[in-house]
């Protein structure tokens, strides 16, 4: 059993709080990323989970054992380091075997182990060579291997994507979901790429300031962003943000933009609207909810149309991005590379409404959540 | 690219650059060329003022010979590396602990301490002359090697651990780290990742230690009497007669006490080796 738990976990540097109170549970063998922009606290609390940084207050489980004061070597866990951190005067071999090594294991068995596991990562001819002979991909597959020949319960693996190129970053993170699978084991990864958290999480933890903010699947993320702040940091391109103004129509709501009247559908949480009536408040809008024609499946009473200046489009190839200006706010929709809008073009888009992100333009927080 | 290479600049700079050079080198070194010269001559040629010239007799066996025969020298010489060699081992050594400790380890007096060590750098030794004469007569350490390795060793090892920590501090953290979660206790992590790669600056640290100690003539003087610990700096002048200077066997006894730190240096060089932690992080 690798259940984690962090209950009320801070973390300071003299005066300065780096994490502030967080409370996580983490599922046995669930694929758990933290996410944020740097300096968000998302690698101090991977390495207190790892017994490498001092835990200011706070407790942290694994399993059903309080691990605050366990020195990292008896935590039964594997770190792979951004940085790969191989052991420069040691073979692929020993680094490989170290940890084994130290902790008794039978020669044998430390053996083919090790081969095993280099076999699983393609990396069995590079066994003799020394870290300084390896390309960059190799290396991260080392460091790697000396976290899997151990067997922990649980793997932490701290932005090990981020210094390799965008090919083989694709590549490693398919790798590494496999991984997770044929493991079994509880894998907690930090990164700030939030491709990588969507494509690989069971859950994502999306942090800031010290604080998370929100916890959950990649879809709900996505769908239910709890605040701005995430609504913008998941999803690539961001999220537009519209500031409208809510207005009573009939029995439902709109919200006022540029003239526009944007259909606001909310169903049975329409009440929520209801403070803000007459107020400002930020709309999101997904990229793909801007649409260059009618979309199939989608009803006409939640859409409105916008019209835009394409200040440039950005062919993506399977897709055209086009950053548009519209009503004084700038904007990017995703549209089909049949579009032909060209730079300087005026177009016609029409959004999309159906399922709206409201969010308060004070506490940033979403009204609908 | 500054300086630019020779290679690359004009004919006339270069040249220049030519002649100048083996002049340069010449100047440079032209004492021990005199020293080296002195130490084949005959007395004869000494009293004769020819210090300069050709000498009119090489003497070199003879000169080299009678250095051994004539004075203590081989004695001296044993005295030499019996402070030498332990003052090295005890002072690299040491230095590579404390420098571990205070290059890894984040405690409140970190700072503090390593500072103490610095600060012992900047002591002059004369004023330490009299009180550690003092002190080595109470200890019953005056005129042994005993006393010369401790000194040594006591005062080599600030500027050591000053050397060995920073060098320590500049390897990448993540290792120990790593190494910590591989399972490794403190001891294995110095003993297995940090002191492999120390090796050039342990190679570094014991040519100069090995060379400021075996050239060490104030202390030898201070703390030592007889010829029972007297390494071979204190020692050479007994080359001297006593009413007659012998230079020719002063300079072959100089020759023979400059030759050790040499061979050192020589022996340690295929140990200064640079980019050891390649490989170690990306790179």
Same mark, same amino acid.
């Given at each position: 059993m690798a259940a984690i738990s962090l209950k009320k976990l801070n973390k300071s540097f003299g005066p300065l709080t780096v994490v502030h109170d967080i409370d996580l549970e983490i599922g046995d063998k669930e694929f758990l990323i933290l996410v944020g922009p740097s300096g968000c606290g998302k690698s101090t609390t991977l390495r207190m989970i790892a017994g490498l940084e001092e835990i200011t207050s706070g407790e942290l489980w694994i399993g059903d054992e309080m691990v605050n004061d366990v020195p990292s070597k008896d935590r039964d866990i594997a770190m792979v380091f951004q940085n790969y951190a191989l052991y420069p005067h040691m073979t692929v071999y020993k680094n490989m075997a170290f940890g084994l090594h130290l902790r008794r294991a039978p020669k044998e068995e430390t053996d083919a182990k090790v081969r095993e596991t280099a076999k699983i990562l393609d990396i069995e001819h590079l066994l003799n060579r020394k870290p300084k002979a390896l390309s960059g991909g190799q290396r991260q597959r080392v460091a790697l291997g000396r976290a899997m020949v151990r067997d922990p319960a649980v793997f932490l693996l701290d932005e090990p994507l981020s210094n390799l190129d965008a090919k083989l970053r694709g590549t490693m993170r398919a790798e590494i979901s496999k991984l997770h699978k044929r493991l079994d084991a509880t894998f907690i990864y930090v990164t700030h790429d939030q491709v990588e958290a969507m494509t690989m999480a069971d859950r994502i933890v999306v942090m800031r300031g010290g604080h998370i903010l929100q916890v959950d699947t990649p879809q709900n993320l996505y769908d239910r962003p709890i605040n701005m702040f995430v609504a913008g940091f998941i999803g690539a391109p961001q999220m537009n943000m519209l500031e409208v103004t809510v207005k009573r129509s009939g029995d439902g709501w709109v919200g006022l933009f540029d003239g526009l009247e944007l259909p606001l559908p909310l169903g049975e949480k329409a009440d929520r609207l209801i403070p803000y009536e007459g107020r400002t408040v930020v709309l999101g809008l997904r990229p793909e909810n801007l649409h260059e024609a009618m979309p199939v499946g989608v009803a006409p009473e939640a859409t409105a149309t916008l019209e835009a200046q394409v200040e440039l489009a950005e062919p993506m190839g399977a897709e055209v991005h086009l950053n548009i200006l519209a009503g004084g706010h700038s904007m990017i929709a995703r549209v089909s590379p049949r579009c032909k809008a060209r730079d300087g073009d005026r177009v016609s888009l029409i959004a999309d409404l159906g399922s709206p992100h409201l969010f308060d333009k004070e506490t940033e927080q979403s009204i609908l959540y | 690219m500054f300086p630019t290479p020779i290679a690359k600049t004009g004919p006339l700079t270069r040249r220049f650059y030519m002649i100048s050079l083996p002049v340069a080198l010449i100047l440079w070194l032209l004492p021990l060329i005199a020293v080296l010269l002195t130490s084949v001559r005959s007395a004869g040629d000494i009293n004769a003022g020819n210090y300069w010239g050709w000498p009119t007799q090489w003497n070199l066996v003879e000169n080299y010979t009678a250095i051994f025969t004539s004075s203590p020298i081989g004695q001296y010489l044993f005295n030499s590396f019996k402070i030498t060699v332990p003052t090295v081992i005890a002072s690299v050594g040491l230095s590579c602990l404390a420098g571990f400790a205070l290059g890894t380890y984040r405690f409140k007096a970190n700072l503090f301490v390593f500072f103490v060590f610095i600060a012992g750098n900047f002591v002059p030794f004369q004023i330490l002359m009299v009180p550690v004469r003092d002190l080595t007569l109470k200890l019953g350490l005056y005129d042994t090697v005993t006393g010369l390795v401790l000194f040594h060793t006591a005062f080599q090892t600030g500027f050591c651990t000053l050397f060995m920590r920073n060098f320590i501090k500049a390897l990448p953290f993540e290792l120990i780290e790593a190494a910590r979660v591989d399972g490794a206790s403190e001891f294995v992590i110095f003993r297995r990742i940090v002191l492999p790669l120390m090796r050039p600056a342990?190679?570094? $640290?014991?040519? $100069?230690?090995?060379?400021?100690?075996?050239?060490?003539?104030?202390?030898?003087?201070? #703390?030592?009497?007889?010829?029972?610990?007297?390494?071979?700096?204190?020692? #050479?002048?007994? #080359?001297?007669?006593?009413?007659?200077?012998?230079?020719? @066997?002063?300079? /072959?006894?100089?020759?023979?006490?400059? @030759?050790?730190?040499?061979?050192?240096?020589? $022996?340690?060089?295929?140990?200064?080796? /640079?980019?050891?932690? #390649?490989?170690?992080?990306?790179?």
């Amino acid at each position: 059993m690798a259940a984690i738990s962090l209950k009320k976990l801070n973390k300071s540097f003299g005066p300065l709080t780096v994490v502030h109170d967080i409370d996580l549970e983490i599922g046995d063998k669930e694929f758990l990323i933290l996410v944020g922009p740097s300096g968000c606290g998302k690698s101090t609390t991977l390495r207190m989970i790892a017994g490498l940084e001092e835990i200011t207050s706070g407790e942290l489980w694994i399993g059903d054992e309080m691990v605050n004061d366990v020195p990292s070597k008896d935590r039964d866990i594997a770190m792979v380091f951004q940085n790969y951190a191989l052991y420069p005067h040691m073979t692929v071999y020993k680094n490989m075997a170290f940890g084994l090594h130290l902790r008794r294991a039978p020669k044998e068995e430390t053996d083919a182990k090790v081969r095993e596991t280099a076999k699983i990562l393609d990396i069995e001819h590079l066994l003799n060579r020394k870290p300084k002979a390896l390309s960059g991909g190799q290396r991260q597959r080392v460091a790697l291997g000396r976290a899997m020949v151990r067997d922990p319960a649980v793997f932490l693996l701290d932005e090990p994507l981020s210094n390799l190129d965008a090919k083989l970053r694709g590549t490693m993170r398919a790798e590494i979901s496999k991984l997770h699978k044929r493991l079994d084991a509880t894998f907690i990864y930090v990164t700030h790429d939030q491709v990588e958290a969507m494509t690989m999480a069971d859950r994502i933890v999306v942090m800031r300031g010290g604080h998370i903010l929100q916890v959950d699947t990649p879809q709900n993320l996505y769908d239910r962003p709890i605040n701005m702040f995430v609504a913008g940091f998941i999803g690539a391109p961001q999220m537009n943000m519209l500031e409208v103004t809510v207005k009573r129509s009939g029995d439902g709501w709109v919200g006022l933009f540029d003239g526009l009247e944007l259909p606001l559908p909310l169903g049975e949480k329409a009440d929520r609207l209801i403070p803000y009536e007459g107020r400002t408040v930020v709309l999101g809008l997904r990229p793909e909810n801007l649409h260059e024609a009618m979309p199939v499946g989608v009803a006409p009473e939640a859409t409105a149309t916008l019209e835009a200046q394409v200040e440039l489009a950005e062919p993506m190839g399977a897709e055209v991005h086009l950053n548009i200006l519209a009503g004084g706010h700038s904007m990017i929709a995703r549209v089909s590379p049949r579009c032909k809008a060209r730079d300087g073009d005026r177009v016609s888009l029409i959004a999309d409404l159906g399922s709206p992100h409201l969010f308060d333009k004070e506490t940033e927080q979403s009204i609908l959540y | 690219m500054f300086p630019t290479p020779i290679a690359k600049t004009g004919p006339l700079t270069r040249r220049f650059y030519m002649i100048s050079l083996p002049v340069a080198l010449i100047l440079w070194l032209l004492p021990l060329i005199a020293v080296l010269l002195t130490s084949v001559r005959s007395a004869g040629d000494i009293n004769a003022g020819n210090y300069w010239g050709w000498p009119t007799q090489w003497n070199l066996v003879e000169n080299y010979t009678a250095i051994f025969t004539s004075s203590p020298i081989g004695q001296y010489l044993f005295n030499s590396f019996k402070i030498t060699v332990p003052t090295v081992i005890a002072s690299v050594g040491l230095s590579c602990l404390a420098g571990f400790a205070l290059g890894t380890y984040r405690f409140k007096a970190n700072l503090f301490v390593f500072f103490v060590f610095i600060a012992g750098n900047f002591v002059p030794f004369q004023i330490l002359m009299v009180p550690v004469r003092d002190l080595t007569l109470k200890l019953g350490l005056y005129d042994t090697v005993t006393g010369l390795v401790l000194f040594h060793t006591a005062f080599q090892t600030g500027f050591c651990t000053l050397f060995m920590r920073n060098f320590i501090k500049a390897l990448p953290f993540e290792l120990i780290e790593a190494a910590r979660v591989d399972g490794a206790s403190e001891f294995v992590i110095f003993r297995r990742i940090v002191l492999p790669l120390m090796r050039p600056a342990i190679a570094a $640290l014991a040519v $100069l230690i090995f060379t400021f100690v075996w050239n060490d003539y104030f202390w030898a003087q201070v #703390l030592v009497q007889g010829d029972s610990a007297m390494p071979v700096t204190g020692g #050479l002048k007994s #080359l001297n007669g006593l009413y007659v200077a012998s230079w020719h @066997l002063v300079s /072959a006894g100089s020759i023979v006490a400059a @030759l050790p730190p040499v061979a050192m240096f020589f $022996l340690m060089q295929k140990h200064f080796i /640079a980019g050891l932690t #390649l490989g170690a992080t990306k790179g």
